[in-house]
């Protein structure tokens, strides 16, 4: 797992330019510390941070260039299936300079083409491709959107980065100026979705995406290149546990090539632990790590002990202290480099700073939420739609009432209830900011959920289709990566692998919720594997203490987390004896030129 940043600047550079490229690209130092590579032409800079994963010698170094010079790749991530791919590249007689899976990139590229490289890749990658003969710059983003991709596009010119950090670093004062459309999304949604920052003409690759920019026009493409399988697998529920664990024992096997040492994340739960079951089959030396607390009510470190035990593997556990929390808010903006509010931030980070002393690299439970049917709020809001048809109450936005469950059943736009139930804010709420903001009334800051909103896939697999395409990656994936690569450890996602995303999205929903449980497809699975006691335990969120989070916000002044999260965005960059409403329409983006 590795930091881009590149630009293409058609007036070439100067001395001091390539100076300013090369801050702007070890802002990344971080994501890789072991080598930092640049190749610099009359108009491109392409360049890379380095954290050796696989082939750890100098050949493994990036960027990497054909022999003829004509094509050269930066690749963020793991390509999971490079084996596979680099046997058939061979066979074709393509000559290989490394191990190193990213060059199965440079050479499909040149071989099959940017669509079927895109089709023909599994992993967690983001990746730059150069044509110099073609005139263009190609970016391909993972199917989850599990690794980030940054870009700036402004006529001719254009810039990007795997954080956005490295971008605001190179435009200095021709930053543009914050979208405050983008504030509002926040403040709905808790985070900015994709394809918008924080900035102006600043743009997030979306998952599953692919982009061409043309040097020579300044004209810039992105498409979608994959999507979820439409058809529902007829099988029995036995035949179904079968292919599950079939895929994710492939899966988890496929996760564990390295050539670092490779730790896993332990909760108390299944996910993790289904991961760690397969893991322990392959590696009797595997190592778990997990994130305890003093009060019970929110410690699962004693579950997974447990489970750990089960499995006959080293557990090695970290007690968080409430002083943690303290610069919840500054290490906020470090991460995200934009609003983004996510209360297992502080633990996440923490089990990833306590592993990252053993490891370099290791695998997570990530994703089985989304896609086995793993969260409370689906029963909620399904229990709430119900209600709905019986009891005629309410409007689209919902009713003001101070009772929560009755603002809840007055929203009838099921995407409007979507957020409020999530914590985010309601619409009174946000037409607040939406005045303060400026913003025109007719501006919808929840069309993002509206683009997958899928009725017709069913009252729980709808949420999962939603869930995965918006907070998944906007969120959670970003939490997984910022967080881990921020004390430069690699965090891999066996359930996000296609193989099983396209199964489990292609598993009926009564083998999903099998029993009328949550995950009850998974957990049927994985009977007689795990323990029962982990099969039957409530699930238990990744968050902490009430207390904790109370005592972060009110040092903010702020009502809710998410205006805390904000508010660190805004209040030390507003004017003094400034409004900080204004202050943060005024002051986030700089200068706002061009």
Same mark, same amino acid.
């Given at each position: ?40 032409? #009359? ?59 990213? !060059? ?7 071989? $099959? ?10 992993? +967690? ?15 391909? /983003? ?8 940054? =870009? ?17 670093? $190179? ?53 979608? =290149? ?19 664990? !079939?895929?994710?024992? #492939? ?116 994703? #089985? ?7 409370? $709020?689906?029963? /909620? ?42 914590? #985010?804010?309601?619409?009174?709420? /946000? ?13 919808? !800051? ?18 999962? =289709? ?5 907070? +998944? ?69 990744f968050g902490i203490p009430r207390t904790w989070k109370k005592a972060a916000v009110e040092s903010q002044s702020e009502g809710s987390y998410i205006e805390a999260v904000l508010a660190s965005f805004t209040k030390d960059k507003a004017p003094k004896g400034a409004d900080q409403d204004a202050g943060a329409r005024i002051s986030l983006g700089g200068s706002g030129e061009m």
């Amino acid at each position: 797992m590795c930091g881009l940043f590149g630009v293409y600047r058609p007036e070439g550079f100067s001395p001091d330019d390539i100076d300013r490229a090369n801050r702007a690209r070890d802002t990344l130092f971080h994501r890789g510390p072991n080598h930092g590579g640049a190749r610099i032409t #009359g108009d491109l800079y392409h360049g890379f941070r380095r954290l050796s994963i696989i082939d750890l010698s100098a050949a493994g170094n990036q960027p990497m260039e054909s022999t003829d010079g004509k094509v050269a790749i930066t690749v963020n991530g793991e390509i999971y299936n490079y084996l596979e791919l680099r046997a058939e590249l061979m066979a074709r007689g393509c000559v290989f300079r490394s191990q190193s899976d990213s !060059e199965v990139v440079l050479h499909g590229f040149q071989l $099959w083409g940017l669509e079927e490289l895109c089709e023909r890749m599994d992993g +967690m990658y983001a990746a730059v491709i150069h044509d110099q003969v073609a005139g263009k710059i190609h970016a391909i /983003r993972d199917r989850p959107g599990m690794k980030p991709l940054f =870009y700036f596009h402004s006529g001719r010119r254009f810039a990007w980065a795997s954080e956005l950090k490295a971008l605001v670093t $190179w435009l200095g004062d021709d930053l543009p100026a914050v979208d405050e459309t983008s504030v509002l999304d926040y403040l709905a949604l808790r985070y900015i979705p994709a394809p918008k920052t924080l900035y102006r003409n600043v743009f997030k690759l979306p998952a599953a995406n692919r982009l061409t920019f043309d040097c020579a026009s300044g004209s810039l493409s992105v498409g979608r =290149y994959w999507n979820l399988p439409a058809e529902i697998r007829q099988a029995s529920d036995e035949q179904l546990a079968e292919g599950l664990r !079939e895929r994710m024992q #492939g899966s988890v096997q496929a996760h564990m090539v390295s050539d670092v040492p490779v730790g896993y994340f332990l909760s108390g739960g299944v996910d993790s632990a289904v991961v760690l079951s397969h893991a322990a089959k392959l590696n009797r030396d595997a190592k778990a790590f997990s994130i305890g607390f003093e009060d019970p009510r929110f410690d699962e470190s004693r579950d997974a002990s447990t489970m750990a035990a089960h499995l006959g593997v080293e557990h090695k556990i970290r007690i968080l202290e409430p002083d943690e929390t303290d610069d919840i808010f500054e290490r906020t903006r470090q991460w995200y480099d934009e609003p983004l509010s996510d209360k297992a931030a502080v633990p996440a980070f923490r089990v990833s700073e306590f592993a990252s002393e053993h490891v370099t690299v290791v695998l997570t439970g990530d994703g #089985g939420d989304e896609l086995f049917g793993g969260y409370r $709020w689906y029963e /909620r809001f399904n229990e709430i739609r119900r209600k709905q048809r019986v009891i005629r109450l309410g409007s689209k936005a919902g009713w003001p009432f101070r009772n929560r469950d009755m603002r809840l059943l007055s929203t009838r736009d099921p995407i409007e209830l979507y957020p409020v139930l999530r914590s #985010g804010l309601t619409r009174a709420q /946000r037409n607040a900011y939406r005045q303060r903001l400026g913003i025109h009334s007719d501006y919808d !800051e929840l069309a993002h959920l509206r683009e997958w909103w899928k009725p017709e896939l069913g009252s729980f697999k709808s949420l999962q =289709y939603l869930d995965f395409h918006t907070n +998944m990656p906007n969120n959670i994936l970003t939490k997984v990566d910022r967080l881990s690569m921020s004390v430069s450890l690699e965090a891999r996602i066996p359930f996000l692998s296609r193989s099983i995303v396209e199964y489990a999205f292609s598993l009926p929903e009564s083998f999903v919720y099998r029993g009328g449980k949550r995950k009850g497809g998974l957990k049927y699975a994985y009977r007689g594997i795990l323990p029962a006691e982990t099969l039957n335990r409530r699930k238990q969120g990744f968050g902490i203490p009430r207390t904790w989070k109370k005592a972060a916000v009110e040092s903010q002044s702020e009502g809710s987390y998410i205006e805390a999260v904000l508010a660190s965005f805004t209040k030390d960059k507003a004017p003094k004896g400034a409004d900080q409403d204004a202050g943060a329409r005024i002051s986030l983006g700089g200068s706002g030129e061009m």
